[in-house]
């Protein structure tokens, strides 16, 4: 398991900072005039894609022999810029084959560099980075709130800080979750975050004030960008809140997250892309674009394991029998196959958490491990047909979790 840890520094790297940047944009430039498109045919249909092939190692080692002539810091980090370029592209080209990127190239804004093995060193308490060939800095590392335990990885050094990478053990990441009681998939949904394992249930984490923060401070920003062109003061305003926002929300997100860790070790989450799910409609859109659900996930990650699911038809599907409800409404999902009636939100989660393991649907495992496992509220069943079509009215969240109340 791997945790990144920041550290503040009080380097003054200026110069080096913006020769990596214009350097990196300079690859990432050259990279993306030697891609080659190629058309490819969609099968079933009269249509095709065109799709990036980037270029080889070849490619690669005739661009680091150039930009070694006259760079004036140490050459391993041209080694750093390229692997850097490389990786940026290669997630450009992931997402661009999912459709969440457009053909356009890359850019760089941000002052960061990578700091491969062979440009530092540990020594003691402190982190000795070369800048140019026998020319050290070094970041006190005395100050920090973690114990130096477990493979130390390529950092990220920025302007004022360094990320920190640790690989920490298996066996010492499963000593720290030993507590944990399971496995858990989790649905994310507007208002909560539903989650179901075979040993707790089905557990339910309210989110809604966390979505209300977001509604309260875009209201209040609104209420005053009426007034911004006409004061510069209000642009001062505008960005406290904003930052306000930010500070408030990822608190939240925080307590969120320990709250997902404490229940399960192994938690599964959608792997969703907001730019998808979007609509003509604006309120919709608003909705969409306040969930803070990849942030969840990408944190909780760092906290204990985590296993990103297919989001594809996890709502539409059946957790009992597998069969698919293109026409999917309300908050009730019905099945008519197998006549299970049961929360829209629970199935999602049984379906994600079924992804998690590769597991099969099954009605002999459903009534095993779901049904047999949930207290009945008074509900009388007469027989199994009369049991999967009452289903929602006897299945009820086991565990209701509101780690964001105020008391």
């Not at 335990?149 to 066996?171: A, C, F, R, V, W």
Request: aromatic fraction near 10%.
């Amino acid at each position: 398991m791997i945790k990144t840890y920041a550290i503040a520094h009080t380097l003054q790297l200026d110069a080096f900072f913006s020769s990596y940047l214009k350097t990196l944009n300079a690859m990432l430039t050259e990279i993306w005039d030697h891609v080659q498109w190629q058309t490819v045919p969609i099968p079933g249909k009269n249509q095709h894609r065109i799709l990036p092939t980037l270029p080889d190692y070849s490619f690669r080692k005739l661009m680091r022999e150039t930009y070694v002539r006259g760079w004036i810091y140490a050459k391993h980090w041209v080694d750093s810029a390229l692997k850097t370029a490389f990786s940026i592209l290669k997630s450009w080209k992931k997402n661009y084959g999912n459709g969440t990127r457009k053909r356009h190239k890359p850019v760089v804004s941000r002052h960061f560099v990578r700091v491969k093995q062979t440009l530092m060193k540990l020594e003691g308490d402190h982190l000795r980075i070369t800048i140019k060939p026998r020319e050290f800095v070094y970041i006190d590392l005395t100050k920090r709130y973690f114990k130096l335990q477990g493979t130390l990885g390529e950092p990220i050094l920025t302007k004022d800080k360094i990320y920190l990478p640790l690989n920490h053990s298996d066996l010492e990441a499963e000593s720290n979750s030993d507590q944990h009681p399971s496995k858990i998939g989790w649905d994310f949904n507007l208002y909560s975050i539903d989650g179901f394992a075979p040993e707790t249930g089905w557990i339910k984490i309210e989110t809604k004030p966390l979505h209300t923060l977001h509604i309260a401070s875009f209201e209040r920003r609104r209420r005053l960008q009426k007034k911004a062109s006409k004061s510069q003061n209000i642009k001062g305003i505008l960005k406290k809140y904003k930052r306000r926002e930010r500070n408030r929300a990822n608190n939240a997100v925080h307590t969120l997250t320990n709250s997902i860790i404490s229940l399960g070790k192994c938690n599964g989450f959608e792997d969703l892309v907001k730019e998808g799910m979007y609509k003509r409609y604006r309120i919709w859109n608003r909705k969409i674009a306040r969930t803070d659900w990849r942030k969840i996930a990408a944190i909780a990650s760092y906290k204990a394991k985590n296993i990103r699911v297919d989001p594809y038809h996890t709502s539409k599907e059946c957790s009992r029998c597998g069969w698919t409800n293109k026409d999917l409404k309300g908050a009730i999902f019905e099945c008519k196959n197998c006549g299970l009636r049961i929360d829209r939100q629970l199935n999602a989660a049984i379906n994600i958490y079924l992804k998690m393991g590769g597991l099969p649907h099954t009605t002999r495992w459903f009534d095993a491990n779901v049904l047999g496992r949930f207290t009945s509220t008074g509900v009388k069943r007469k027989d199994s047909n009369e049991l999967a079509r009452s289903l929602y009215d006897v299945m009820k969240p086991q565990l209701y979790v509101d780690p964001l109340r105020t008391t």
